[in-house]
Every structure is written in C-alpha cells, then in structure tokens.
C-alpha cells in the first residue's frame, strides 16, 4: 500500500477531520522540534484546535521573547517598507497579523475564553480567523 496524493480540502466528516487534526498537529510538532535542533534556530508554533484549545511549541527560553523578536523585526521591516510582505531569503513570506494582534490573541486563548468580556467586533473577528484556519 502506497502512498497517495490528498487533496487539499476541508475534511467533511466531523471524527475524520479530528482524526486528521491530531495526527497532523503531532507531526507538526515533531517538524518544529527538529527544525529548532537541527539546526539551531528559535521556533515558536500555535495551533488553536477549531474547540479553541491552544497546542504551542517553543525552542527557545520564552514565548515572549520569540514574540518580542518578532515583533522588532516587522517593526524594522514596517519602517522600511509600507507593504505587508517581508522579505526573506529571496522569496516574500506574507505576514498575517501585527504584533499587538498576535499577544492579544495568544493571551485571550491562554487565559481561556472569557466570552463575556469580549465585544462583538473580537467575536466576529474570532469567528472569522476560525473560519479562515479550517480553509
């Protein structure tokens, strides 16, 4: 039995997809890890489950200085470019979100969700960035 191309799709069958999910959450962790020791470079990696459940990974000392590295960086990058890509080894990687967006999402996930506290706008927002994860 060999192996075969997937299709890249959303998985319809709800036990399938959490099947797939964790198999892969799993590999990507493994992928992440092995990246950071072979060959010495910081990674931090945050996987929300579409339940909301955080799974993260960090290679370094901290999350936060990860983050805080980043978060120089598209600052530098920012300032010498008013575009949102970011230019790295020859090709362009899209940055997603800001800084700022990026703490606020990860602190409202490690504290869990507090959905009274939050306002229409950051449930929509919430609901859309799930939305656009499952893609």
């Known amino acids: 039995m060999g192996r075969r191309k997937v299709e890249i799709r959303r998985i ?45 990974f960090c290679s370094g ?7 805080e590295r980043y978060h120089n960086y598209f600052a530098e990058a920012e300032t010498s470019k008013d575009a949102k890509t970011v230019e790295g080894n020859g090709s362009e990687d899209v940055v997603y979100s ?26 929509v927002q919430l609901e859309q960035h799930k939305l656009d994860l499952e893609r």
Not at 61 to 67: A, M, N, P
């Open 98 to 123: 800001s800084y700022p967006e990026i703490v606020q999402i990860v602190q409202r996930y490690l504290r869990g969700p507090d959905i009274e506290k939050m306002s229409v706008t950051d449930l």
């Open 61 to 67: 000392d901290s999350f936060t200085k990860i983050l």
């Open 12 to 56: 319809a069958d709800k036990s399938s997809r959490q099947v797939t999910f964790s198999k892969r959450r799993g590999g990507l962790m493994k992928k992440a890890r092995e990246l950071a020791v072979l060959c010495d470079v910081d990674v931090a990696l945050v996987v929300f489950s579409s339940r909301g459940k955080l799974y993260e």
